[in-house]
C-alpha cells in the first residue's frame, strides 16, 4: 500500500507539473484613450497567468460587436512576463466617437476572457467649426515646434480631410518650411511641403513638392486661383500649375485659407523637360539665385537643373541659349522668318503667356518677378509656367491698366512688339480667346460662393491691409479695405476694362 500511494502521488505531482497555463484575467493599464484622426494609440495590459501565452484578441464593445471608428492593428509583447500592448489604430472615417470596449483574449478552447471596460473616443477635431465646403490640411509638426524659416525644413505629418467634396488624404510624413520673399515677411506665412514620398493629394498628380500660398494681401483671395484658370485656357502653355483652396491647421491652429498648388519643378506631370538635359529658368528682380547673370540688363537664373547639381558645363549652356537667343532678338534681322527669334523662341508659348498676364494686369512680366522659361533638349525656348499672381493683379494700383496694355514694354516683349508680324498674331490669338475671357467673371462668380465661408474666418484673424508694412505705407491692391464682395466686384470691373483695352491698343 505505501508503494501505491507513493507511485500516485509521484503521477499526481508529474500532471501538475505538465498542466498548461491558464488565463484567468486580462487587466488594461489604462482606463481612458484618445485617438488622433488616421493615427494610433498604444493599450498596455498584462495577463494572469504570466506565463500564459497570448494568442488571438478582439476588441468588443458590450454588446459583442467589433467597433467600426477604431481597430485593433496589432499586440505587441511587452519587456515584462505577462505584459502586452495593444495598437489600437483608428480607422479614418473622419468621425467623432467615444466608445467603451473590452480586450477579449481568447483562450485554447476558444472561448474568451474579457477585460475590464476601457473608454476609446476621438481625440479632438482641429477641424470643428471649420466647415467652409473647402478641404482642411492639417500640419503637425513633430514636437509641435514652430515653422520659422524658409530656408530649414522642420519633419511634421501632413493630412487632408476632404469632407466629401475629395478624398481624404491620410497623414503622410513630410517635411515643411517656409517659402516666398516679400510674403514671408508677412503675419500670414506661406509654406513648402516636402512629402518624404510622391504623393497624389486632391486629386492632383503624384509629386513630392506641394505649396500652400497664403493670398494675405489678397481681399478676393482669388486672383491666383482665377490666374491659372486663365493660363489653363491657353493652348500654347505646356503646363499650368493645378490648384485647391483649402482651409489650414497648422499644430491644432486654424490659419486661415490659402491655395495648395503644385510647385514648379520638371518633372513628367509639371514642366516636363528632359531630366538630364533640360532647362528651367526664372526671371526676378530679386536677384536672390546661385546661378543667377543679367542679359540685356534683364536678370535670368537656373532653376533646373538645381543649384546642387548643376555643373560648370551646364551653367555655360544655358547662359549661351540665353545669350543666343537675345542677341538674334536686340539684332538687326530678328524679323526674318528663318533665322530670326522664331529660330529661337515657340513663339506660340510667348504669345499665350503674355495674354495671361496683360488680361490679368500682372505687371511683373515686365519687373519681372516669378516668370519662368524653359527648353527641352531639342526644342526652342518656350515661355511658362505663370506663376504668383497676386501683387497688383488687375487692381489698377501698379499699372495704367484702366487705360493702356500693362505689358506692351516687358522684357524680351518690348522688341517683340516691334515686329507687326508678331503683334498681328497676338491680336489674332487674343480675339479667338475673347469668347473664353468673357466668362472669367462667371467663374469670379463661382469662386465667390466657393470661398465666401472661408473668407468670413479669413478675414476674422487676417488683415490684408498690413501689406502697407511692404510696400512704403500705402496698400498694394487697392481693395484691402474693402468686404470680401466689394473686392470682387471691383475685379470683375476692372477685368471687363481692360479686356476691352487690350482689343483696342492691340
Known amino acids: 500500500m505505501a508503494l501505491a500511494a507513493?507511485?500516485?502521488?509521484?503521477?499526481?505531482?508529474?500532471?501538475?507539473?505538465?498542466?498548461?497555463?491558464?488565463?484567468?484575467?486580462?487587466?488594461?493599464?489604462?482606463?481612458?484613450?484618445?485617438?488622433?484622426?488616421?493615427?494610433?494609440?498604444?493599450?498596455?495590459?498584462?495577463?494572469e497567468d504570466?506565463?500564459?501565452?497570448?494568442?488571438?484578441?478582439?476588441?468588443?464593445?458590450?454588446?459583442?460587436?467589433?467597433?467600426?471608428?477604431?481597430?485593433?492593428?496589432?499586440?505587441?509583447?511587452?519587456?515584462?512576463?505577462?505584459?502586452y500592448v495593444a495598437v489600437i489604430a483608428d480607422a479614418g472615417l473622419g468621425i467623432q466617437y467615444e466608445t467603451s470596449v473590452s480586450l477579449a483574449v481568447m483562450t485554447a478552447n476558444d472561448s474568451y476572457v474579457l477585460s475590464p471596460l476601457v473608454t476609446i473616443k476621438s481625440a479632438k477635431d482641429p477641424t470643428a467649426g471649420i466647415r467652409t465646403g473647402l478641404p482642411v490640411v492639417y500640419i503637425d509638426t513633430a514636437g509641435g515646434v514652430d515653422i520659422k524659416s524658409k530656408d530649414t525644413y522642420v519633419t511634421a505629418t501632413v493630412g487632408i480631410r476632404g469632407f466629401g467634396g475629395y478624398q481624404d488624404f491620410a497623414p503622410a510624413p513630410a517635411r515643411v518650411k517656409g517659402r516666398g520673399n516679400t510674403t514671408w515677411e508677412w503675419p500670414k506665412k506661406p509654406y513648402l511641403i516636402?512629402?518624404?514620398?510622391?504623393?497624389?493629394?486632391?486629386?492632383?498628380?503624384?509629386?513630392?513638392?506641394?505649396?500652400?500660398?497664403?493670398?494675405?494681401?489678397?481681399?478676393?483671395?482669388?486672383?491666383?486661383?482665377?490666374?491659372m484658370k486663365v493660363s489653363s485656357m491657353m493652348t500654347?502653355?505646356?503646363?499650368?500649375?493645378?490648384?485647391?483652396?483649402?482651409?489650414?491647421?497648422?499644430?491644432?491652429?486654424?490659419?486661415?485659407s490659402y491655395l495648395l498648388i503644385e510647385q514648379v519643378r520638371v518633372d513628367k506631370n509639371r514642366v516636363?523637360?528632359?531630366?538630364?538635359?533640360?532647362?528651367?529658368?526664372?526671371?526676378?528682380?530679386?536677384?536672390?539665385?546661385t546661378v543667377q547673370w543679367k542679359d540685356h540688363?534683364?536678370?535670368?537664373?537656373?532653376?533646373?537643373?538645381?543649384?546642387?547639381?548643376?555643373?560648370?558645363?551646364?551653367?555655360?549652356?544655358?547662359?549661351?541659349?540665353?545669350?543666343e537667343a537675345s542677341n538674334v532678338l536686340y539684332g538687326s534681322g530678328f524679323t526674318d522668318p528663318q533665322n530670326g527669334y522664331a529660330k529661337y523662341l515657340d513663339v506660340d508659348s510667348y504669345i499665350d503667356y503674355w495674354i495671361v498676364y496683360e488680361v490679368m494686369c500682372n505687371?511683373?512680366?515686365?519687373?519681372?518677378?516669378?516668370?519662368?522659361?524653359?527648353?527641352?533638349?531639342?526644342?526652342?525656348?518656350?515661355?511658362?509656367?505663370?506663376w504668383d499672381f497676386d501683387w497688383g493683379v488687375l487692381s489698377f494700383y501698379t499699372s495704367n491698366g484702366a487705360n493702356g496694355l500693362v505689358n506692351g514694354h516687358a522684357i524680351w516683349y518690348d522688341r517683340l512688339f516691334q515686329d507687326p508680324a508678331f503683334k498681328a498674331r497676338v491680336r489674332e490669338r487674343f480675339l479667338e480667346l475673347k469668347p473664353q475671357l468673357q466668362a472669367i467673371p462667371d467663374y469670379m462668380e463661382e469662386c465667390r460662393t466657393l470661398l465666401s465661408e472661408s473668407a468670413k474666418l479669413n478675414f476674422a484673424m487676417w488683415n490684408p491691409a498690413?501689406?502697407?508694412?511692404?510696400?512704403?505705407?500705402s496698400i498694394i491692391n487697392g481693395d484691402e479695405n474693402l468686404s470680401f464682395d466689394a473686392a470682387i466686384d471691383r475685379l470683375k470691373s476692372n477685368f471687363n476694362t481692360h479686356l476691352a483695352v487690350i482689343e483696342s491698343k492691340l
Open 466 to 473: 498690413d501689406d502697407r508694412s511692404m510696400n512704403g505705407g
Open 363 to 386: 505687371h511683373e512680366l515686365g519687373n519681372p518677378g516669378s516668370v519662368y522659361f524653359h527648353k527641352d533638349v531639342n526644342g526652342k525656348l518656350t515661355a511658362g509656367p505663370c
Open 6 to 47: 507513493l507511485l500516485a502521488a509521484f503521477s499526481c505531482t508529474e500532471r501538475e507539473e505538465i498542466q498548461s497555463p491558464v488565463l484567468r484575467a486580462v487587466t488594461p493599464l489604462e482606463q481612458t484613450l484618445e485617438i488622433p484622426q488616421g493615427k494610433t494609440v498604444n493599450l498596455p495590459f498584462k495577463v
Open 194 to 227: 516636402a512629402f518624404d514620398s510622391r504623393q497624389s493629394v486632391l486629386g492632383m498628380p503624384k509629386h513630392k513638392r506641394w505649396v500652400l500660398l497664403a493670398n494675405f494681401m489678397d481681399r478676393t483671395l482669388m486672383r491666383n486661383l482665377v490666374s
Open 272 to 289: 516636363n523637360i528632359s531630366e538630364t538635359d533640360g532647362l528651367l529658368y526664372e526671371l526676378d528682380f530679386h536677384y536672390d539665385n
Open 50 to 83: 504570466p506565463d500564459y501565452e497570448v494568442g488571438r484578441v478582439q476588441l468588443l464593445l458590450p454588446g459583442g460587436k467589433t467597433p467600426q471608428e477604431y481597430y485593433l492593428k496589432e499586440v505587441l509583447t511587452g519587456e515584462d512576463k505577462g505584459s
Open 297 to 323: 540688363g534683364i536678370p535670368f537664373a537656373v532653376k533646373y537643373p538645381d543649384e546642387d547639381d548643376i555643373t560648370a558645363d551646364q551653367i555655360s549652356r544655358a547662359k549661351s541659349v540665353i545669350s
Open 236 to 256: 500654347g502653355l505646356a503646363w499650368t500649375p493645378r490648384c485647391v483652396p483649402v482651409e489650414l491647421i497648422l499644430n491644432g491652429n486654424h490659419k486661415g
